[in-house]
């Protein structure tokens, strides 16, 4: 594509770009705090978010860039099988209702910061804290580079992106620039962008499922080319209706990742940035009109095969920009390309803060500096929010892009690994923490195992080509597939539930639980905030 055909887009895409940077600068004045040098302000806000902003923040940070282009992009490829991204948000809210609202209690009586500070005061095991840590970082690194490529699946179609440095140049312009207003006002510049941003793709979507389809020819014309499609290609997991083969796997991989969701150390720093129990509780209400906006969004991917569209090269993640820019006036896709790529930054910024907030609470205080004050631990969470920018940014310009979707997609399964610490967690102390270390280390090593020798011969891959695990590798008479990262969790929980009914026939020392029962039911103004205690050593 040639940039010269794509002046108005582009001027319009920075321009607004530009406006929501500069947005994020002044956020650091924005419901100003006495000191931003301390977590609790710089990574969580204040602790003290409302509901509307709540609702932007935490809907910003989990319907991402990444998104709009890869939930279209499945459905252009595989049809019906990509919707699976509609139930999961769908019952992601109620699964998660009450496990929050405790989680934000506790949270806010021993202020904590992490979820692998709540595994250290309920198990009292700095070991299986680290473990639930590093699980939380290495699964969001992938998924901040994912940001970037819905940035740069934009910056395709307006021909400003391709190889070379100076080809790359816009893209690490642009996260210099998230980098710079991320380390001066923490936690509050994706909460103020948010607003923007969701503007921008409510009006966007809105005004494609009138505007693209009237000029199409109408729904049904859409429906039947996305058919006919699928009826010509002898792919088995095709077409516009699932079938016997991969109902298992959609079933799965739903309710996988709706349980998984709320596990990213992302997702839960915007739950435990508001600032009361009945803050969560609407927004666990009010969330899923967000789901009614993915299932419209997804709806593009067939919008894409009946306008003809062809992605840019081999890239499918290009087919929503182009279907943009095939079918928009110049102004409005350019209005477009701007909601998909600030659509970037809000996410991007909250994953780094809450990987920044996890070395800092739970391997630098722990291991290297357990007397650090408030404001070195802003200053190390600050510092390491760039470093994990830049190693996202290095993912995209040196590695290939689906390298990234497969360690985002591997992601998926391990964070599911840590549901028996957290979410169980905050239930019941039943479990043993040696027995929930052993389920970590069965389960996670279980999921890289199946995801090893699941193969794509689609993108070329004779190993992690997917989540869909062949039940016919288990010596079953069957072309059903089934979503890995489920048979990783259950093969966790019957290991952590041995490895615990063991450990206490042995009488194996336990950790000492630092919770009480009604410390998770505290709520707003609760005198029994005090701070993180962590002398234990076991």
Same mark, same amino acid.
């Given at each position: 594509?040639?940039?010269?055909?794509?002046?108005?887009?582009?001027?319009?895409?920075?321009?607004?770009?530009?406006?929501?940077?500069?947005?994020?600068?002044?956020?650091?004045?924005?419901?100003?705090?006495?000191?931003?040098?301390?977590?609790?302000?710089?990574?969580?806000?204040?602790?003290?978010?409302?509901?509307?902003?709540?609702?932007?923040?935490?809907?910003?940070?989990?319907?991402?860039?990444?998104?709009?282009?890869?939930?279209?992009?499945?459905?252009?490829?595989?049809?019906?099988?990509?919707?699976?991204?509609?139930?999961?948000?769908?019952?992601?809210?109620?699964?998660?209702?009450?496990?929050?609202?405790?989680?934000?209690?506790?949270?806010?009586?021993?202020?904590?910061?992490?979820?692998?500070?709540?595994?250290?005061?309920?198990?009292?095991?700095?070991?299986?804290?680290?473990?639930?840590?590093?699980?939380?970082?290495?699964?969001?690194?992938?998924?901040?580079?994912?940001? #970037?490529? &819905?940035?740069? %699946?934009? *910056?395709?179609? /307006?021909? @400003? $992106?391709?190889?070379?440095?100076?080809?790359?140049?816009?893209?690490?312009?642009?996260?210099?620039?998230?980098?710079?207003?991320?380390?001066?006002?923490?936690?509050?510049?994706?909460?103020?962008?948010?607003?923007?941003?969701?503007?921008?793709?409510?009006?966007?979507?809105?005004?494609?499922?009138?505007?693209?389809?009237?000029?199409?020819?109408?729904?049904?014309?859409?429906?039947?080319?996305?058919?006919?499609?699928?009826?010509?290609?002898?792919?088995?997991?095709?077409?516009?209706?699932?079938?016997?083969?991969?109902?298992?796997?959609?079933?799965?991989?739903?309710?996988?990742?709706?349980?998984?969701?709320?596990?990213?150390?992302?997702?839960?720093?915007?739950?435990?940035?508001?600032?009361?129990?009945?803050?969560?509780?609407?927004?666990?209400?009010?969330?899923?009109?967000?789901?009614? #906006?993915? &299932?419209?969004? %997804?709806? *593009?991917?067939? /919008?894409? @095969? $009946?306008?003809?569209?062809?992605?840019?090269?081999?890239?499918?993640?290009?087919?929503?920009?182009?279907?943009?820019?095939?079918?928009?006036?110049?102004?409005?896709?350019?209005?477009?390309?701007?909601?998909?790529?600030?659509?970037?930054?809000?996410?991007?910024?909250?994953?780094?803060?809450?990987?920044?907030?996890?070395?800092?609470?739970?391997?630098?205080?722990?291991?290297?500096?357990?007397?650090?004050?408030?404001?070195?631990?802003?200053?190390?969470?600050?510092?390491?929010?760039?470093?994990?920018?830049?190693?996202?940014?290095?993912?995209?310009?040196?590695?290939?892009?689906?390298?990234?979707?497969?360690?985002?997609?591997?992601?998926?399964?391990?964070?599911?690994?840590?549901?028996?610490?957290?979410?169980?967690?905050?239930?019941?102390?039943?479990?043993?923490?040696?027995?929930?270390?052993?389920?970590?280390?069965?389960?996670?090593?279980?999921?890289?195992?199946?995801?090893?020798?699941?193969?794509?011969?689609?993108?070329?891959?004779?190993?992690?080509?997917?989540?869909?695990?062949?039940?016919?590798?288990?010596?079953?008479?069957?072309?059903?597939?089934?979503?890995?990262?489920?048979?990783?969790?259950?093969?966790?929980?019957?290991?952590?539930?041995?490895?615990?009914?063991?450990?206490?026939?042995?009488?194996?020392?336990?950790?000492?639980?630092?919770?009480?029962?009604?410390?998770?039911?505290?709520?707003?103004?609760?005198?029994?905030?005090?701070?993180?205690?962590?002398?234990?050593?076991?």
């Amino acid at each position: 594509m040639n940039p010269g055909e794509h002046v108005t887009e582009i001027v319009i895409f920075t321009v607004l770009f530009l406006v929501v940077s500069g947005m994020g600068f002044v956020a650091a004045r924005w419901r100003r705090p006495q000191d931003l040098a301390s977590l609790n302000e710089w990574g969580l806000g204040g602790r003290n978010f409302g509901s509307w902003i709540t609702w932007f923040l935490v809907g910003g940070d989990l319907y991402t860039a990444y998104t709009f282009v890869a939930v279209p992009a499945l459905l252009f490829g595989a049809g019906a099988t990509g919707f699976f991204a509609v139930p999961y948000t769908v019952i992601v809210y109620p699964l998660v209702f009450l496990i929050l609202i405790r989680l934000w209690s506790v949270s806010h009586v021993h202020s904590l910061v992490t979820p692998a500070d709540f595994v250290r005061v309920r198990f009292g095991s700095p070991t299986l804290a680290l473990l639930v840590a590093i699980t939380g970082i290495v699964a969001t690194m992938p998924y901040i580079a994912l940001q #970037l490529i &819905g940035i740069e %699946a934009v *910056l395709k179609t /307006m021909g @400003i $992106a391709g190889s070379g440095f100076l080809s790359d140049l816009p893209l690490i312009i642009a996260f210099v620039i998230l980098a710079a207003y991320t380390y001066q006002s923490g936690l509050r510049a994706p909460a103020l962008i948010a607003f923007v941003k969701d503007i921008l793709i409510y009006l966007v979507i809105l005004v494609a499922i009138i505007y693209i389809p009237a000029r199409l020819g109408g729904w049904e014309v859409i429906f039947g080319r996305a058919q006919e499609k699928f009826a010509a290609t002898p792919a088995q997991g095709d077409g516009i209706l699932l079938n016997a083969n991969n109902q298992l796997q959609y079933f799965t991989l739903a309710l996988g990742s709706a349980l998984a969701l709320f596990l990213y150390p992302h997702s839960i720093t915007g739950v435990l940035a508001s600032k009361n129990r009945n803050v969560i509780k609407r927004n666990m209400s009010a969330l899923p009109a967000y789901s009614l #906006l993915l &299932g419209l969004i %997804a709806l *593009l991917g067939y /919008m894409a @095969i $009946a306008a003809g569209v062809k992605p840019i090269g081999t890239d499918n993640n290009t087919v929503v920009p182009v279907l943009f820019d095939q079918m928009f006036p110049d102004w409005f896709a350019g209005i477009a390309f701007a909601a998909v790529g600030i659509g970037a930054l809000v996410p991007a910024a909250i994953m780094s803060i809450a990987a920044a907030n996890l070395f800092t609470r739970n391997i630098y205080r722990e291991y290297i500096n357990p007397q650090a004050t408030d404001a070195q631990e802003a200053g190390v969470s600050k510092l390491t929010s760039l470093v994990v920018k830049v190693g996202a940014v290095l993912f995209i310009l040196l590695i290939d892009p689906q390298f990234s979707i497969d360690l985002q997609l591997i992601g998926g399964v391990i964070i599911l690994q840590t549901l028996p610490s957290v979410a169980i967690g905050l239930f019941t102390r039943w479990f043993h923490k040696a027995g929930l270390i052993a389920g970590w280390v069965a389960g996670m090593g279980g999921g890289l195992i199946l995801l090893y020798n699941i193969s794509n011969p689609a993108i070329k891959h004779a190993h992690f080509g997917g989540s869909a695990f062949p039940l016919a590798k288990l010596g079953l008479d069957t072309k059903m597939t089934i979503y890995a990262g489920f048979l990783a969790l259950l093969l966790n929980l019957i290991v952590a539930v041995a490895g615990t009914l063991i450990a206490r026939a042995a009488k194996v020392p336990d950790g000492p639980d630092g919770t009480r029962p009604d410390h998770f039911t505290a709520d707003e103004g609760d005198p029994r905030v005090k701070d993180l205690d962590l002398s234990s050593s076991t």
